[in-house]
Each structure stands twice: as structure tokens, then as C-alpha cells.
């Protein structure tokens, strides 16, 4: 199986405070990623760790096979949309896709013209005087037009109203499908990415919780509905709520569950995602803002 983002033990801080630490994951070729995780989880910081604007504290990451710190030729498969979509807002779109003709070696103008005639994008109109989800697609479109083997997309679809939201990512699915790309996206909306990805990276306190293709994630993930207080053997409970006679669990591991005072039940990508996100034990900052928790 060929990787196209690899992380050993990848860390990053800025002074004491670590924002993504032991990260340690692989992201197969061909896969539509999802990158989940609470606001500060640390998804841009390992976005932009995996395109060489940050230097790893800690570990190492590899690009299609090459470390990207430092390495432009590492990049030249690689597509990229930070989460601010920076553009030059001077610039027209018309402007830009001329101008990323001329900066990279393999370019397809007539996708990027295509898209963004369809979409009603002004092509003379300086960027900076786009709305922010037209300046988001002139962003994607260029990456796009990039043809890359590896597109990282922090928050692509955060400005997008609902259907342009939904024509991305059939876009996006359409493209990468022709091409064999592999994409990875962070995101909020667990809807968007259950009907997109087939894959799975989930950060939460700086660390990777799961990493795995969604198929086998759920497979491995159930609900357990049972008698108060009795725990399940041999698995893992994530997260668990309780009424006066009942639990209601969600537990990881791969066992068979024949046990009849269990009920169990298989799980959305969104419980599953939701059941990491529900942390009994997230950190809170009562003592820094000096109010009581
Ligand atoms: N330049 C910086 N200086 C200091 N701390 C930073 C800096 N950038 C990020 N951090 C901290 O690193 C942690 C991870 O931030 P990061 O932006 O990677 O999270 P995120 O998961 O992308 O969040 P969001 O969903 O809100 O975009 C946070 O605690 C954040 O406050």
C-alpha cells in the first residue's frame, strides 16, 4: 500500500504549549480524508506541518516519500488551501490562473477557467473584492488546477453556502476519482464528510485518537444498550451516559457480542465522531480566566 502523508512521532510547540504531539499516522494513496477535531485540536498545525510552512519540534512527516521542510521539489505534487484562502487580492482570478500557469510545470487552465465560469466567478474583478466563499473557490479552483497528487484543504467548505457546499465536494470527488489523488480535509461538518470521505483522522488535545479508513472504524466502534453500571468485557468504552437502570455505551473492539443483556447497535460516522468529541476530560481554562469551573 503506497502512503501519501506518513507522521512518526510528529510534534509541534509554540513556547510549552504542544499543538500536535505523538502524531503518528498514514494516509494510503487514493483515500478522501477527513481531518476532525475540535477548534485548537491542532488539524491546521499538522496542514501546514505536512507542507513545509512549519518545522517539526518533534518526529518527522513525509509528503508522497519526502520530508517537506525546506524541499520546494517535495511540494510540486502538492496542492494547498490554508484556511484564510490568502490570495493576492489585487489580483483578478483571470489574473491568478495566468499566473499559476506560468509558477508550476503541469497546469490546467481550462479546468480552473471551467469552474469558475460555471460557478458566475467575475474573472476581472481584483479577488479582494470577491465575498469570501467566491474568493474560497477561486482558491480550490486553483488548486484543482494544480492537477496534484496530494491536496490538503483546511476548511474548504467553511464560507460555502449549502449547495455550493455540496457541488465542491461532488466536484472535488468527481476530480480526484478521474485522477487518483489524495485529499485531506479539514473539516467541522461530520455530514459533509460522511456523504465525502473514506477515511478518518481525528485529533483531539493536540493528539490522534483515530486514523483509519471509515469502513473499518465503524466496524470496530458499537453502541451498547444495557443494565446500569455492568461493563462489558474486553472492549474499550469511549463514551457512556446513564439513566437510573441503564447504560448506554459506545465501546471500541473487535469482539463478538452474544451477551443478551446487551443491545447493540452499529454507529454513524457522526456518533462516532461525537462519542471522541464528548470528552468527559477536555481541558478547560477556569483557572486562566480566573472564573470558577
Ligand atoms: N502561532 C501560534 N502561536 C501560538 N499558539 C498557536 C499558534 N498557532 C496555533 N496555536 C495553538 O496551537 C493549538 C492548535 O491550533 P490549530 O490552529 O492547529 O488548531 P485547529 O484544530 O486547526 O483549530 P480550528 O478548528 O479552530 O481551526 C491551539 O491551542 C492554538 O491556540
Redesign the pocket.
Known amino acids: 500500500m503506497d502512503i501519501a502523508l506518513q507522521a512518526d512521532g510528529l510534534g509541534k510547540r ?2 510549552r ?1 504542544w ?2 504531539r505523538n502524531c503518528t499516522l498514514r494516509l494510503p494513496t487514493g483515500r478522501i480524508a477527513a481531518l476532525v ?10 496542514l501546514h506541518l505536512a507542507v513545509g510552512l512549519l518545522r517539526p519540534d518533534e518526529g518527522a512527516v513525509r509528503i508522497l516519500g519526502q520530508e517537506p521542510f525546506n524541499n520546494i521539489g517535495a511540494l510540486a505534487d502538492v496542492g494547498f488551501v490554508a ?1 484564510d484562502t490568502p490570495l493576492y487580492r489585487d489580483f483578478s482570478a483571470r489574473d491568478l490562473v495566468t499566473l499559476g500557469g506560468k509558477l508550476n510545470q503541469r497546469w490546467d487552465a481550462a479546468l480552473a477557467r471551467g469552474r469558475l465560469a460555471q460557478l458566475g466567478i467575475p474573472p476581472d474583478r481584483p479577488v479582494g473584492k470577491l465575498s469570501g466563499g467566491q474568493r474560497a473557490q477561486v482558491a480550490l479552483a486553483l488548486a484543482l488546477a494544480k492537477r496534484p497528487r496530494l491536496l490538503l484543504l ?2 474548504p467548505v467553511a464560507s460555502l453556502d449549502p449547495l455550493a457546499r455540496r457541488e465542491f465536494l461532488q466536484a472535488l470527488m468527481g476530480s480526484v476519482a478521474e485522477s487518483d489523488t489524495t485529499v485531506l480535509l ?1 473539516s ?1 461538518l461530520i455530514a459533509d464528510v460522511e456523504r465525502t470521505c473514506d477515511h478518518l483522522i481525528l ?1 483531539l488535545r ?1 493528539e490522534v485518537k483515530l486514523d483509519g479508513s471509515v469502513d473499518d472504524l465503524l466496524a470496530e466502534h458499537h453502541q451498547l444498550i444495557g443494565p446500569r453500571d455492568a461493563a462489558p468485557p474486553g472492549v474499550e468504552v469511549i463514551r457512556s451516559s446513564h439513566t437510573d437502570r441503564q447504560s448506554t455505551l459506545v465501546v471500541r473492539g473487535n469482539r463478538v457480542f452474544d451477551d443478551p443483556q446487551w443491545t447493540v447497535k452499529d454507529l454513524t460516522l457522526e456518533d462516532l465522531v461525537l462519542a471522541y468529541l464528548n470528552d468527559d476530560t477536555a481541558t478547560t481554562a477556569h483557572d486562566a480566566w480566573g472564573v470558577p469551573a
Open positions: 509554540y513556547g504549549t499543538a500536535l477535531g475540535p477548534n485548537g485540536a491542532g488539524k491546521s498545525t499538522l484556511q483546511d476548511e479539514s467541522h485529533l493536540s
